[in-house]
Structures are given as structure tokens and as C-alpha cells.
């Protein structure tokens, strides 16, 4: 076995303190597993503006309770150059996944060594409950461990910060240096306080409990642009995918008039391995299989799902003699645009929108007199949009990667007041005579068709990051310059800032990222084509918008045509 590599997890031995984790190593060592070593000991998570997300394994590159000890002590330094912190606190809470309770009392332990008051939530619950119980509670940060959507053997640590969303640069950069120097040392030697240590220096522990729960929920029906006030006969379908969103999303519906919801049984107890369906994403194929024979037996009228932590929202529904349909998230976003478009009662309307998300909530604003940015992946964008704009009242942002954020209660995508708000929504078009999908009809009919679809190349193994990297820049350096009789007109690098258009090179503002964004177009009809890595999985994403005219049929056939000639062009 390579000596470096040796002495690199004996270092790290010495100062594990978690003993499963320790075990775990050892038993690598005795059975000289080098490959599974490297895997762990080559680098370690990087902490960005998603936090952290990967593998629960030990080592440096796993979520695992020394990774997560020296995350919370670089966090806590950087929280502590602002003197009212401590006292202000952090939020921390929790989902279902495997050992995420206990990620969140380590990180709870840490912040009280450090003299920083906790706000301790006592169960799993969705991931905008917690960014909720921070402007709720005015602290200082957030703690969410949670994968969302990822595979059932990850996990993750999500930080927000005192304005309620995400964190951005330069918060970011601060706490990933402060991180990287106390892993210079021994995660063993970083304090910890007992639960029930309390005295000078250990900063006050506070539990969450359901009665901020119900105020959440409270809060989430209050901020609904409209809803019943009476029964609903609508029968909606609804699962949780193993995650945590049934209580409070079957809650909120019951309270809201809607009597007749069915869950799906088999998943709606929490459960960190998910174990009825592949991967625990309402986007793959077959996520959805039991809400749909769920909704077959109960004759359903809409079916919705949230992701494991309740963040993101799915929306499948009845087609009459054609079985289902599921929504794309920009379809839904269109819905949902549109609802809150219809009745927001503030001057000077804002909505945003992500930069890979459709183009068609940017005309549906422009029929309200809204403003509409678009800005880069990445919810926190969105929350910094409105956060900049305050001469604007934010009504509604979304990402088509099923995240939607209804209204300015949370600074975060939340799939538990979207699942209301479509609810709400399908009701009141109800009341007037039609449907969601009758309604998605008139909207494309109304502000130009679009249609839009994607292509995921997936990664794996300890090169994973460096092939995805390779693969945008094989499209940077020679993007197609035609698809079909669609001619490439302009090309955006937002990694370099430039933007090249008509032979003229111009400067791109705003923050970079690894995106390209290629504009074509045929005279009549338009298409965007953007391609980045994905920020917290090993994929490459490739995105397509088209714009024209014409039915669904012809937008469907013409967009297939349009990827499949990128397609043979990047052979």
C-alpha cells in the first residue's frame, strides 16, 4: 500500500472521534482496500455554497462526525466576528436520512463549546421549516443536515445565513478557509459540549417543538395568494418518498379545506433508505409508480410528491383517456407564476427566475408589469435577487429542477407551500370550470409556446469531478455553430464573463459559474442551449428551450429534432 497514503489515514485515525467510523478505516487498512482509501483520502468535500454533500463514509471526503465537527468549528469562527451572534444563535435542524440526527447534536455540541446559542429542532422535518425557524427566531444562521435528493448512502450539511437564504460569496470562502485550518489539527480536539452541560461558555440550548411547527404551517396558509375557505371535493394524491414532508403537507391541506387527500402508505414513513423506490427524486423514471396506482385506485384528480427533505414539488396530472402526465418544473413554474401573478396585492411586483429555467415567466411578468431577473443555479441567487431589490415586493421564484419559493416566507426553495399553492390553485380553476392542464394551455397559447427538455451525462469514481470539467469545455471550445436550419447567434461563457454575438466580444455581468448558455434561432423560432456540472452531483446537464409557435405535438417533435442534432454534433 502507497506510504503517503498510509500515514494520511493513520493521521486522520489519531484523531477520529467517532468509533463506527474508525472501524471502518481500520478494517479498509487490514483488508488493503487502497482503491476504497483513495476514494476517501484523496482531497476532502470542498465546501461551497451548497455546503457540503457526498458520501457517508469516514475519511476526509465523507460526511461522516469528524467531517462534521470541523465544518460546525469553521463556521462557528466566522459566525463570532459578529459580536451578537452567540447570542443570536443558530437554527439547526435535521431530515430523515441515515445518521442526520445525530450530524445535527455534533454540530449542536460544537456551537455550544463555542458559546453560540442553539435552537435545537426535536424531530426530522423539512428543510423550509428550518430556514423558516431562522427568521422566525432572528439568528444568526442555520444548520440544515440534509442530501435532499441524492442517493440514500449521502448526506449533507446546508448553511443560511442571518438574512434567511443560502449562503453567497464571500460567506462562503470565509468559512471554507477557517474549515481548511482546523483541519490542519485533530477533529478529537475540537470542544463539544454535553446536552446537558450549561454554565459560563456554553451557549444555551433551545429545542423547537410542534407548536413552531403549527406556527410554520400557520404561516405558510397565511401566505398563500388564495386558497378555499371552504371543503374542497378535488382529490389529491400525495407522497412523501420516504421523506418528511407528509405531516406538515397532509396538515396543511386538511387545514385549507381539502378533505380528501390520500397518501401513499408505503411511503410516508420516514425512512433513510427509501427502500420503494431507485432513487428518492420525483424527477426519475419510476419515483412516482405507487402515487400513480394510488391515484388509479382512488380516482385522483392530482397527484404531488415532494423530495426526501420537502423542498422541491412534482406535479403529475390526469390526461382524459390518456393516463398521466407529469409536469415539467418549468410547466409547474408557469402554473405557479401565474397564480401568484394573478393575485399579488403589492406595487412594484418582482419574480426570478433561474438562468436554465424557461424564459416564459419572464413574458407572463410582463403581462403584469412585473419585473423578472434571471440569475445563476443555485436557489440563493434567487434570494439575492429579491434581498437587492427591496423597492420590489419578491412574489414568486423558481428553478425548473422542481423549486419553487411562493411568496417571501421563506428565502429558500420550499416544496411544502407549493404543495399548497398548486392545491389551492387547481381549485380555484376548478370553481371556474376548467384544469391545471387546461389552464397551462391558454398560458402557452397566450405567451408563446415552449417547450423544454434536458440531457444528463453521469459520472463516477475519483475523476468524476475532473470528467465533467472536460466535458463543458469540449462544448466551450468548439460549440455546434448550427442544429438543423437553427443558427447559433449568440454565445454566453458566464466562467469567463464574455458574451459573443454578431463578431462583437462584450463583458457579462454579475457572479461566474462553469455555465455556457449558446442562443439559436431559424428566423421564426428560437432555441437556448446551456450546459454546466451539476453543483451537488456528478452530472453534466444539458438544457433545452425551444420558443415558436404551433400545438404541443409540433413543439415536442421539433424540440426531439433539435436535441438529437446536438446530439450527432457532439460525437
Known amino acids: 500500500m502507497d506510504a503517503a497514503l498510509l500515514q494520511r489515514v493513520e493521521r486522520w485515525l489519531d484523531g477520529d472521534p467517532d468509533v463506527q467510523d474508525r472501524a471502518e478505516l481500520v478494517a479498509l ?44 468549528a469553521g463556521l462557528a469562527e466566522v459566525l463570532l466576528q459578529d459580536p451578537d451572534a452567540a447570542e443570536r444563535g443558530v437554527v439547526v435542524g435535521f431530515d430523515a436520512r441515515h445518521r442526520s440526527e445525530a450530524f445535527a447534536v455534533e454540530a449542536t455540541a460544537v456551537l455550544r463549546a463555542q458559546g453560540i446559542r442553539v435552537f435545537l429542532w426535536d424531530r426530522c422535518l423539512p428543510t423550509p421549516a428550518t430556514a423558516w425557524a431562522l427568521r422566525d427566531r432572528g439568528a444568526a444562521a442555520a444548520i440544515q443536515i440534509t442530501a435532499s435528493h441524492n442517493p440514500p448512502g449521502d448526506n449533507g450539511y446546508k448553511v443560511y445565513w442571518s438574512h434567511g437564504a443560502q449562503i453567497i460569496p464571500p460567506v462562503d470562502g470565509a468559512i471554507a478557509d477557517a474549515i481548511d485550518r482546523i483541519a490542519q489539527g485533530l477533529a478529537s480536539a475540537i470542544p463539544c459540549a454535553l446536552p446537558e452541560a450549561s454554565g459560563p461558555g456554553v451557549g444555551r440550548l433551545e429545542l423547537l417543538c410542534q407548536v413552531d411547527l403549527d406556527r410554520y404551517q400557520r404561516a405558510v396558509i397565511d401566505g398563500c395568494p388564495w386558497w378555499p375557505g371552504q371543503a374542497s371535493p378535488l382529490r389529491v394524491v400525495y407522497t412523501a418518498l420516504h421523506g418528511v414532508g407528509q405531516g406538515s403537507v397532509c396538515s396543511l391541506l386538511s387545514t385549507a379545506g381539502f378533505d380528501s387527500v390520500f397518501p401513499v402508505a408505503a411511503q410516508g414513513r420516514p425512512d433513510g433508505q427509501f427502500p420503494t423506490v431507485a432513487f428518492p427524486n420525483p424527477e426519475e423514471d419510476g419515483a412516482l409508480d405507487l402515487a400513480l396506482a394510488e391515484a388509479e385506485r382512488v380516482r385522483g384528480d392530482l397527484v404531488i410528491a415532494n423530495d426526501p427533505d420537502a423542498d422541491r414539488l412534482a406535479l403529475v396530472l390526469p390526461v382524459p383517456g390518456a393516463g398521466w402526465r407529469a409536469l415539467t418544473g418549468n410547466e409547474l413554474g408557469a402554473l405557479l407564476g401565474d397564480f401568484c401573478l394573478r393575485h399579488h396585492e403589492e406595487d412594484r411586483p418582482l419574480v426570478v427566475a433561474s438562468i ?62 407549493a404543495a399548497l399553492a398548486i392545491c389551492c390553485m387547481a381549485e380555484e380553476l376548478r370553481q371556474r370550470g376548467t384544469t391545471l392542464l387546461e389552464h397551462l394551455e391558454t398560458l402557452q397559447t397566450t405567451h408563446g409556446r415552449h417547450r423544454s427538455d434536458q440531457l444528463v451525462s453521469r459520472f463516477d ?26 443558427t447559433l447567434q449568440q454565445r454566453d461563457d458566464h466562467q469567463t464573463g464574455k458574451r459573443w454575438r454578431a463578431g462583437q466580444e462584450v463583458r457579462l455581468t454579475g457572479p461566474s459559474a462553469n455555465l455556457l448558455c449558446l442562443r439559436y434561432s431559424d428566423g421564426n423560432e428560437a432555441l437556448r442551449v446551456l450546459v454546466r456540472p451539476s453543483g451537488t452531483e456528478p452530472k453534466v446537464k444539458t438544457y433545452f428551450e425551444w420558443r415558436g409557435e404551433g400545438d404541443g405535438a409540433f413543439a415536442e417533435a421539433r424540440l426531439s429534432d433539435l436535441i438529437t442534432a446536438w446530439k450527432e454534433a457532439m460525437e
Open 29 to 72: 487498512i487490514e483488508a488493503a482496500d487502497e482503491a476504497a482509501l483513495q476514494a476517501r483520502f484523496s482531497g476532502r468535500l470542498s465546501f461551497g455554497t451548497a455546503g457540503l454533500r457526498g458520501p457517508i463514509q469516514a475519511g476526509p471526503r465523507g460526511m461522516n462526525t469528524a467531517v462534521i465537527r470541523q465544518s460546525t
Open 356 to 417: 436554465v429555467s424557461s424564459e416564459m415567466l419572464g413574458q407572463q411578468a410582463a403581462a403584469f408589469g412585473a419585473e423578472f431577473v434571471q440569475v445563476l443555479t443555485g436557489f440563493k441567487w434567487i434570494a439575492e435577487a429579491a434581498r437587492s431589490r427591496p423597492e420590489r415586493q419578491f412574489v414568486f421564484g423558481f428553478e425548473e429542477a422542481l423549486g419553487y419559493c411562493v411568496g417571501d416566507l421563506v428565502a429558500d426553495k420550499d416544496g411544502v407551500s
Open 461 to 486: 469514481g475519483v475523476g468524476a469531478s475532473d470528467a465533467m470539467i472536460a466535458q463543458v469545455d469540449r462544448v466551450r471550445q468548439n460549440p455546434p455553430a448550427q442544429l438543423g436550419t437553427f
